[in-house]
């Protein structure tokens, strides 16, 4: 399955909660519009996230909630949690949900067989795909990747993306020296993989390198985003309805949801953010921790683009590697225009050479 929900980005759902866990056991541890002067007035948004309520990479969402951001832009929001939604996508198509936190694969594949979505932001601009391997092998860079085996979940992102970087990067000749083995995506799984020397190298997620060296593991990695993949990791997800008959609740939402990330990623704010996700955890975790695991978004969320026109932004450069990955990989058999798949004309509501327009 391409871009499975459950998997896009950083790890989702419980599974980062006990990760969480493990780690605490172990001991490692201004606007547009017009704005309500009564809640009366507030204008219902259902928005289906893919992780359980509070995980700490996307707290930006639940924290505008927590300090009246939607509020303030006229909007009542039902936040829920969609990990385990059916079919996530086909519920935004059919107007059970007005946004979804989306793949850009699923999205993509999804607009090749007739479902109107489009995104309108970006939330994480780099890949998150990471390749860990244990220090002792002495694996640092793309090129010591020949005559090993890497081990990825197979017909899924993970091993897209690694055939992109290897044939971005390496001869054909090169390529074909690194075996490509089955794997699957989680910490427990990963961590199983390297011990019993399955694979000299796991294609994983940038959260779980950062989970295994704070237990001690002594690893080395490397970032598809370094060897020029430009796929995005997670976006928001509506449909071409909603934006022709509601683009003013779009464009409002998307003022309201930016002004969270942009706190989140405020160094000024980090520990005020972590401390509010801290109390929504399952377990005990420091505030500490979620700082550094929050903070890890802070270069995520941005690039030169973002910093030009704002945070959220699309570019056709980065849909165009998509469609392309789906193509090459046999998902999809043609091309589409590559606007059918980005919106940025909302984004460019709210910001004001790159700046947050916000309501005092």
Do not use: C
């Amino acid at each position: 399955m391409v871009g499975k929900s459950s998997k896009r980005g950083f790890l989702k759902g419980a599974a980062v909660l006990g990760v969480v866990t493990t780690i605490l056991l172990l001991g490692s541890l201004a606007g547009t519009g017009t704005f309500p002067k009564s809640a009366a007035a507030a204008e219902k948004v259902t928005f289906l996230t893919d992780y359980v309520p509070y995980e700490g990479t996307e707290s930006f969402i639940w924290w505008a909630k927590e300090k009246g951001y939607y509020q303030k832009m006229g909007l009542e929001v039902d936040i829920k949690p969609g990990a385990e939604a059916a079919s996530p996508l086909r519920q935004l198509a059919a107007g059970i949900v007005d946004f979804f936190v989306s793949s850009p694969t699923a999205l993509v594949a999804a607009r090749h067989r007739g479902v109107p979505v489009v995104s309108v932001a970006v939330i994480f601009q780099e890949n998150q795909n990471t390749y860990v391997s244990l220090a002792k092998n002495n694996i640092k860079t793309l090129k010591d990747f020949a005559d090993r085996s890497v081990a990825a979940a197979l017909g899924d992102d993970e091993e897209f993306i690694l055939r992109l970087m290897l044939n971005k990067n390496l001869s054909p000749e090169e390529a074909k020296k690194v075996k490509i083995v089955p794997g699957v995506v989680g910490l427990g799984p990963d961590l199983a993989i390297l011990s019993a020397g399955k694979a000299d190298v796991i294609a994983t997620w940038k959260v779980i390198s950062f989970i295994m060296k704070k237990m001690g593991q002594e690893l080395n990695e490397g970032h598809a985003s370094d060897y020029g993949v430009k796929v995005p990791s997670a976006v928001i997800a509506t449909t071409d309805r909603v934006i022709k008959e509601r683009p003013q609740m779009v464009t409002k939402f998307l003022q309201a949801l930016m002004r969270g990330m942009q706190d989140q990623m405020d160094p000024a704010r980090l520990e005020e953010v972590a401390t509010y996700a801290q109390k929504y955890q399952a377990r005990p975790t420091t505030v500490e921790f979620l700082k550094e695991y929050i903070g890890l978004t802070h270069k995520l969320f941005q690039t030169p683009d973002t910093e030009k026109n704002g945070l959220g932004w699309q570019t056709e450069e980065a849909w165009a590697q998509t469609q392309q990955l789906l193509l090459d990989n046999k998902i999809i058999k043609t091309k589409l225009p590559i606007r059918n798949f980005f919106n940025n004309s909302l984004l460019k509501k709210i910001y004001k050479e790159g700046k947050l327009i916000w309501p005092s």
